[in-house]
Nanobody, 125 residues
């Protein structure tokens, strides 16, 4: 079981960029599907992006072209680069992990069994 710690959130103006980090403990990081989700005030938590244990990347349609997920296996860290931030990106961003998860369910919130504490992203207009 891994433990996850997110960082990198903050207050930025629209059009700016942030890079969120999710540091994982444990020696089998490369065997996990890693997902990023977000939850805006009053809304359900939603899928944003994921990287499979084999390195394939996936994005929710509305963030394609602005969000980039990547991982550094040597640092046991997954990143979410967010460019051209919009006020509607304001949310708490969570990373999550699923050991040897299936690609078919990589965007399914309930599949992930390990979550970080979240990091707040606030975008001002």
């Amino acid at each position: 079981q891994v433990q996850l710690v997110e960082s990198g959130g903050g207050l930025v103006q629209a059009g700016g960029s942030l890079r969120l980090s999710c540091a994982a403990s444990g020696r089998t990081f490369s065997s996990y599907n890693m997902g990023w989700f977000r939850q805006a005030p009053g809304k359900e938590r939603e899928f944003v992006s994921a990287i499979s244990w084999s390195g394939s990347t996936y994005y929710e349609d509305s963030v394609k072209g602005r969000f980039t997920i990547a991982r550094d296996l040597a640092k046991n860290t997954v990143y979410l680069q967010i460019d051209n931030l919009k006020p509607e990106d304001t949310a708490v961003y969570y990373c999550a992990a699923k050991y040897r998860g299936r690609i078919a369910t990589i965007a399914t919130i309930t599949i992930y069994d390990t979550w970080g504490q979240g990091t707040q992203v606030t975008v001002s207009s």
